[in-house]
């Protein structure tokens, strides 16, 4: 069984960067994004990733509204790196065994970091699509997720309005060890469902 973390307004302030009164700010005033909880407020990992996005991002002039739009997809692509890294995830889901193939850590790590992200996406109601590494953010908010920025120059519109005007480029696998990194114990505990 897949168990998700909460972590306390206080562990969120340490690992996002995001205040106890920007919390409670955020969820007045973004409730659709954070939503009230109460007096003692607890988040999971998926919800941190949003909050440090928002951080990072507002620390490059762009509002906390058009960063909580965007950090849904940036939050997506850095829960998938973050999985696969070590003290993000304690334990490993079952898997078949194929007789006569050995059944690594590595194979193992992979298989439960694909599950786990399958049940996020469950849970937030998205489909179960990895975006790129990258996302590229314009001062207006904009983003798209692409491989590289040479990638996305190569398919815009050349009328595309942001050509030419500079971006903030997020590598998400990069930003996903910065927050497993700050992490007080595994975002995520896989139970043994016969020793509960």
């Not at 954070?34 to 999971?44: D, L, S, V």
């Not at 849904?72 to 898997?95: K, M, Q, R, T």
Request: with cysteine.
């Amino acid at each position: 069984m897949i168990h998700f973390e909460k972590y306390t307004a206080q562990e969120a302030a340490t690992i996002t960067g995001m205040t106890l009164t920007a919390q409670r700010d955020h969820r007045r005033r973004f409730p659709s994004f954070i939503p009230p909880q109460g007096r003692h407020p607890t988040y999971e990992f998926f919800e941190l990733l949003q909050m440090r996005f928002v951080m990072d991002v507002a620390s490059l002039g762009i509002g906390p509204k058009r960063a909580w739009e965007q950090s849904e997809w940036a939050a997506v692509g850095a829960a998938y790196s973050a999985l696969h890294l070590p003290g993000c995830v304690d334990g490993f889901l079952p898997i078949e065994e194929v007789p006569g193939l050995p059944l690594d850590e590595e194979i193992r790590t992979e298989e439960t970091a694909r599950g786990v992200f399958q049940e996020i996406m469950n849970e937030a109601d998205m489909p179960n699509v990895v975006p790129e590494r990258f996302v590229f953010i314009w001062d207006k908010g904009d983003a798209w997720f692409d491989k590289s920025f040479d990638a996305w120059r190569q398919q815009a519109d050349p009328n595309d309005p942001r050509l030419g005007k500079p971006a903030v480029i997020l590598d998400l696998p990069y930003f996903a060890r910065t927050i497993v990194k700050k992490l007080p114990r595994p975002a995520v505990r896989i139970i043994d469902e016969d020793q509960e």
